[in-house]
């Protein structure tokens, strides 16, 4: 059973989330807060499997709890919801260890979906959300360096192509078939992609591979 915390200050909000999440026969809701510190002070009492974290809250915004949450080392994940005016925060909260970010206006299936795929360790990198994003706050990315460079410098040219293929938010099946190679040895690939570049997930690959240029 997946257990998912809701930080949001909109009571209205919570409760349609707590619906859905609750319609769901493998996953429920463990709590609900208002901001961000709260959200903190709930994950360190209980088991919390993925944190449903608004970034605009009082108190504590969601950048700084998904910070604190990251930092206590424990594998609960802060999925990000998110809408178009709001983007700059949500690369903060990326950077700061989230998982992912959906928007708001997410169809319920995509939600709950999300939420599964974050449970699991995987990262929600969709290519319509997440490619129109991170154009749309490009300029806020770091420009690459010959500290990134060198950091790339460790990678197999086939890592390298998967990376690519990340970075334009592909899932495990089409890198498979884009480049020809079973679904297990793209796992095997990513897995080394992570360890060789200190990435979190995949979130954290998609952003490494934009400051450094690669598109």
């Given at each position: 059973m997946?257990?998912?915390?809701?930080?949001?200050?909109?009571?209205?909000?919570?409760?349609?989330?707590?619906?859905?999440?609750?319609?769901?026969?493998?996953?429920?809701?463990?709590?609900?807060?208002?901001?961000?510190?709260?959200?903190?002070?709930?994950?360190?009492?209980?088991p919390v499997d993925v944190v449903l974290m608004d970034i605009r809250m009082p108190i504590m915004d969601g950048t700084e709890a998904t910070r604190q949450i990251a930092a206590l080392g424990l594998d609960t994940k802060v999925l990000?919801?998110?809408?178009?005016?709001?983007?700059?925060?949500?690369?903060?909260?990326?950077?700061?260890?989230?998982?992912?970010?959906?928007?708001?206006?997410?169809?319920?299936?995509?939600?709950?979906?999300?939420?599964?795929?974050?449970?699991?360790?995987?990262a929600v990198v969709a290519p319509s959300t997440t490619r129109r994003l991170l154009d749309h706050f490009a300029d806020l990315l770091p420009q690459a360096g010959a500290k990134q460079d060198d950091r790339l410098a460790v990678l197999t040219e086939?890592?390298?192509?998967?990376?690519?293929?990340?970075?334009?938010?592909?899932?495990?099946?089409?890198?498979?078939?884009?480049l020809y190679m079973a679904e297990g040895t793209v796992k095997t690939h990513i897995g080394r992609l992570l360890s060789k570049l200190g990435a979190r997930d995949r979130v954290g690959l998609v952003l490494i591979a934009h400051e450094a240029g690669i598109q």
């Amino acid at each position: 059973m997946i257990r998912v915390l809701l930080a949001d200050d909109q009571a209205l909000v919570r409760s349609g989330f707590r619906m859905l999440i609750d319609s769901a026969d493998d996953m429920t809701c463990v709590g609900e807060v208002e901001n961000g510190r709260d959200a903190v002070a709930l994950v360190k009492t209980r088991p919390v499997d993925v944190v449903l974290m608004d970034i605009r809250m009082p108190i504590m915004d969601g950048t700084e709890a998904t910070r604190q949450i990251a930092a206590l080392g424990l594998d609960t994940k802060v999925l990000v919801l998110t809408t178009f005016d709001l983007d700059e925060y949500v690369f903060a909260a990326i950077r700061n260890g989230a998982s992912g970010f959906l928007l708001k206006d997410a169809l319920p299936d995509e939600l709950l979906g999300a939420i599964r795929a974050v449970a699991e360790g995987d990262a929600v990198v969709a290519p319509s959300t997440t490619r129109r994003l991170l154009d749309h706050f490009a300029d806020l990315l770091p420009q690459a360096g010959a500290k990134q460079d060198d950091r790339l410098a460790v990678l197999t040219e086939r890592e390298r192509e998967v990376l690519v293929e990340v970075a334009r938010g592909s899932n495990n099946q089409e890198i498979s078939q884009h480049l020809y190679m079973a679904e297990g040895t793209v796992k095997t690939h990513i897995g080394r992609l992570l360890s060789k570049l200190g990435a979190r997930d995949r979130v954290g690959l998609v952003l490494i591979a934009h400051e450094a240029g690669i598109q």
